[in-house]
């Protein structure tokens, strides 16, 4: 039975997922060391995160951009076909992305971050699901039977996949600000190299 107090966590780290890695990327500015072997695979992290993010973004539009919980439909095709939660593991790769340019493989800033972020999303899809399940009842049952929170796996997807055809540009104009986070970030780690350079 889900917890009622951990929906309403859930619903207030919603509203301020934006800002939770700030500390973070603090830390890892702080005590990270990351070398070129670290650029690289940070950067392909990176590129495969926010090719993820704007895939789901366009099947679902910019509601996911809103400060509080919605869904004017139940979106279950494109990347939603194979994991429910298609923009957050996403995220898991871009902010995996970004701590690899910042930090490298300083160990205790990966642990803190693999259980922040599980940490974090699973409270907010508890109280996503809670909102969609009330929301769309039977189907979305149906739908999250079939098909994997996070993870995709062999043999598990949507049978019934629905929704509107991708918007492209609606999605690009959506993950603006996301693409601008991705060039401040790699600005700052830049400048962080530059630095430990000199």
């Known amino acids: ?7 309403r966590w859930g619903q207030r780290l919603f509203r301020l997922r934006s800002y939770a890695g700030v500390p973070l990327v603090l830390l890892a500015l702080l005590f990270g060391h990351a070398d070129a072997r670290a650029w690289i695979t940070g950067l392909g992290l990176i590129l495969v995160g926010e090719l993820l993010r704007l895939v789901s973004v366009a099947f679902t539009g910019p509601t996911t951009r809103s400060r509080r919980i919605q869904a004017p439909q139940l979106v279950t095709r494109g990347p939603y076909r194979y994991t429910r939660n298609p923009i957050y593991l996403g995220n ?3 902010g995996a992305g970004f701590l690899m340019v910042l930090a490298g493989p300083v160990l205790w800033l990966w642990i803190l971050y693999g259980v922040l972020f599980w940490l974090e999303y699973l409270l907010i899809v508890e109280a996503e699901e809670a909102y969609l399940a ?3 009842g039977e189907a979305y049952q149906r739908y999250r039977q079939e098909t994997p929170r996070f993870v995709p796996m ?3 997807r949507s049978r019934q996949p629905q929704g509107p055809a991708p918007d492209w540009r609606g999605a690009l104009r959506s993950e603006t600000s996301t693409l601008l986070l991705i060039l401040g970030i790699l600005a700052l780690a830049a400048l962080k190299a530059l630095v430990r350079s000199s």
Do not use: A, I
């Open 1 to 7: 039975m889900r917890s009622e107090r951990r929906v």
């Open 92 to 94: 898991f790769f871009l």
């Open 134 to 136: 009330d929301r769309f």
């Open 154 to 156: 062999p043999g598990r």
